[in-house]
């Protein structure tokens, strides 16, 4: 019992510290080519308002760029293609750009990234070579004023770049752009700055979509694996099989310390009709599913558990924009500043997906048992890794083992995704291996999740402990203060008359630890009411 009260303690530091944990970034790109945006001081109010901390612009305007001054909004700003050439040759035409368009409102408006040149091998007109030696300049200006350690210089590139990107691990860049891409990654190497790259995993589908399945493109969990010959690492996305190709391709050039950022990605909501995957239900889809993907620090195949900072395409549709009808559909918002469709931007809540119908209270979602072995087994190994349920319950010896079956094992692992992920049609499809109930799957000591769940601490204190989730409230908050308070005054006397224990033991740690514990006992009995 002494050890079930430590591991309970234990995770309740656990939780105390969580909150100063991060995944990767979430920011949005900020398009203007458009001719009915609202101002940007009420385009900085509705990104405060929606609670976005990373904003990428693409050039520097100075309007934009004051609008964000105060706000602790972090700007990523760009030297477009068309100023390279006047940035590469002179310094000083470097110098005065920073003296009239950085300095003024640095540090108030806080700058973290200057992108010189967008995606230049995309470029009609071949500034390429341009690129390196007006990256170099922005440093040595930066470096005049004591700011080269405090603002981040990169390039953004297009998945172009590569000359070979399936299988990922085959990732190859594109030897005619070696000229100014080996100068450059020396560059990033020298600088700690990351290669910057815009990944659409829509663009794939949309132009093979015999190849790319939609499930495949959106992170659906009712996605077939697709498996590397050559590492037999299995992709579940096209996103991860994306970066891990620039991985790999940076590997082959003996790069492969570099971060990789994602600077755009995103999905249409529109497009013109034979642009069919451009709904907003796919837009919604793919985009919360990107965000839970990069707040779990989820990874890829490639480098699994590392975070990745991204920035989602885009704030606005941009009407202005020439090409298909979905070019001028990528925003989140429209001009009058509504949602096209809602976004969690925690990456941690329940997002009503339209995509596969509206979530439904009183639900579960089990295993079928009309379909293979195979399919039950792939769909566990989904759940319970990139989809990041909590197996722990399934495991020998814990209260959801027995039976000890595939279905058993399965519908749990179903039932959580399914929960944790909207309680939709789609978060319990598995490739037609899960199927919705009304009746409730738990039984003996093994609950199912309810819709509603969440991961709270309340969760966690009562998988570590083995408590019953149906306790009330009241029953589960005064357990936890009753065993805490009972387990540190065994503490104490056993202390007071024993020899002290080694330092790094239980007990140590446990009376080390209780003076951190005793005061923020009322937040035990706060989150037992929550």
């Not at 990922?168 to 190497?189: I, Q």
């Not at 949309?206 to 037999?232: C, H, K, M, R």
């Not at 620039?246 to 082959?252: E, K, P, R, T, V």
Request: charged letters at 15%; a neutral charge; one cysteine or more.
């Amino acid at each position: 019992m002494a050890r079930r009260h430590a591991a309970a303690v234990s995770a309740f530091l656990f939780l105390l510290l969580v909150g100063h944990c991060h995944g990767g970034k979430t920011g949005i790109c900020y398009g203007r080519n458009a001719d009915d945006l609202p101002g940007p001081d009420k385009v900085a109010q509705l990104i405060r308002q929606q609670s976005i901390k990373y904003v990428r612009i693409y050039d520097t305007n100075i309007d934009v760029i004051k609008a964000f001054a105060n706000t602790s909004v972090e700007l990523m700003v760009g030297v477009p293609n068309a100023d390279l050439l006047a940035f590469s040759q002179y310094q000083s035409n470097v110098d005065t750009w920073l003296k009239n368009s950085i300095l003024p409102y640095y540090p108030a408006t806080i700058i973290t990234y200057i992108t010189v040149g967008a995606e230049i091998t995309e470029s009609p007109i071949n500034v390429s070579a341009l690129v390196v030696p007006a990256m170099r300049n922005v440093h040595a200006a930066l470096k005049k004023v004591g700011l080269h350690k405090k603002i981040t210089i990169s390039s953004t590139h297009s998945l172009g770049v590569l000359s070979r990107s399936f299988p990922p691990s085959a990732g190859a860049f594109n030897s005619s752009y070696a000229h100014f891409l080996k100068p450059m990654l020396e560059f990033l190497v020298e600088n700690q700055a990351p290669f910057m790259v815009d990944l659409y995993p829509y663009y794939a589908y949309q132009n093979s979509p015999s190849n790319v399945s939609l499930n495949y493109a959106l992170f659906s969990p009712q996605s077939e694996g697709v498996i590397d010959p050559n590492t037999g690492l299995v992709y579940t996305n096209m996103f991860d099989a994306q970066v891990d190709s620039i991985f790999f391709a940076l590997m082959a050039l003996n790069f492969k310390t570099l971060k990789i950022m994602i600077t755009e990605t995103g999905w249409p909501h529109k497009g013109a009709a034979k642009e069919t995957g451009a709904t907003p239900d796919n837009a919604q889809t793919y985009n919360t599913n990107l965000i839970r993907h990069v707040v779990n620090d989820s990874g890829t195949p490639a480098k699994p558990g590392e975070e990745i900072d991204v920035y989602i395409f885009s704030l606005f549709n941009e009407n202005r924009k020439p090409g298909i009808e979905s070019e001028r559909n990528w925003g989140l918002f429209s001009p009058d500043q509504s949602s096209i469709y809602s976004i969690d931007w925690t990456g941690r809540g329940n997002v009503d997906i339209m995509t596969g119908g509206n979530r439904s209270n009183g639900t579960w979602c089990v295993a079928s048992t009309n379909v293979s072995e195979t399919a039950l087994q792939n769909g566990l190994n989904w759940a319970c890794g990139p989809g990041n349920v909590d197996c722990s319950a399934i495991q020998p010896s814990q209260p959801c083992y027995q039976p000890d079956t595939l279905v058993s094992h399965a519908s749990y692992a179903f039932n959580s995704y399914y929960q944790q992920n909207g309680a939709t049609d789609v978060a319990c499809g598995f490739g037609g291996a899960g199927m919705r109930t009304t009746k409730d799957p738990s039984y003996d000591t093994c609950v199912y999740m309810a819709a509603g769940y969440e991961k709270t601490p309340r969760s966690l204190f009562a998988n570590v402990m083995n408590m019953p989730t149906y306790w009330s409230d009241q029953q589960f908050a005064l357990t936890i203060v009753f065993l805490l308070l009972s387990y540190s005054s065994k503490i104490s006397t056993k202390n007071s008359t024993a020899t002290p224990a080694p330092s790094g033991s239980s007990s140590s740690l446990f009376a080390q630890s209780r003076t951190l514990l005793l005061p923020v006992l009322p937040i035990v009995i706060a989150v037992g009411f929550l």
